[in-house]
């Protein structure tokens, strides 16, 4: 089956840049998400790209989709101890098939 | 996208009892999926959920301890019976919807039993 994958931890220190890498086995996939979850908290959708498209950028958002390697990746400019929480990637098929996620990154910013 | 209203928003149980964690979605949707999250793991997902019919439970998971309600369009419960510890989870119900902005979550019921 459908199967993500990504990094467990991350360290950075605030101020600089962070990327979180997922690997992604379905080639059918429409879209792709990235979520947000904070301690405590329930997932936010934080971006989504289209299977068509190679980059998005959302204010300090960037997505980079590599469809032949099938790798996804986030990069947060500027990162923030806001920024601090746990990030998923996930694959939904179509609206109406669960989605799959991949086992979160956690994401520590050092002030 | 439809917004989730989810409670409770945590309890602490005794171990033999059950609770039901409700869902209540602003909008009519198709599909709800119930997922649990154990401390510092990812999601799995417990079952689909499509009202009028039984919900469809993932490997791992009964009906028996895990029964799911799917009364109409905006309303979906999740019972966990006859609890022990190892049920201390996070437990979230999702919508499916449209992409791409279709898949909304509650916040999250956090469930502990003693």
Redesign the interface.
């Known amino acids: 089956g459908e199967d993500v994958e990504q990094s467990l931890f991350l360290s950075v220190r605030e101020g600089d840049s962070s990327v979180i890498n997922c690997t992604y086995t379905d080639s059918s996939s429409t879209y792709l998400y990235w979520y947000k979850q904070e301690p405590g908290a329930g997932l936010q959708l934080l971006t989504y790209i289209f299977s068509n498209m190679d980059m998005k950028q959302d204010q300090r958002l960037t997505v980079l989709l590599n469809k032949k390697d099938k790798h996804l990746s986030l990069r947060i400019a500027d990162t923030q101890t806001g920024d601090s929480a746990i990030y998923f990637c996930a694959d939904p098929h179509s609206g109406n098939t669960p989605l799959v996620f991949g086992k979160g990154t956690r994401l520590s910013v050092i002030a | 996208?439809a917004v989730i209203s989810?409670k409770p928003s945590r309890d602490i149980c005794q171990r033999g009892t059950s609770l039901t964690i409700q869902c209540q979605v602003d909008s009519q949707v198709?599909?709800m999926?119930w997922y649990r999250q154990q401390p510092g793991?990812?999601?799995t997902?417990i079952a689909?959920a499509n009202q009028g019919s039984e919900a469809t439970y993932e490997s791992g998971f009964v009906i028996d301890k895990f029964p799911i309600s799917r009364p109409n369009l905006t309303f979906s419960t999740l019972t966990v019976s006859n609890m022990s510890p190892e049920d201390s989870s996070i437990y979230?119900c999702?919508a499916?919807?449209?992409?791409?902005?279709?898949?909304?979550?509650?916040?999250?019921t956090?469930l502990t039993v003693v």
């Open positions: 996208s989810q198709t599909m999926f793991q990812s999601l997902l689909t979230l999702s499916g919807g449209p992409l791409p902005y279709g898949y909304t979550f509650g916040s999250g956090r």
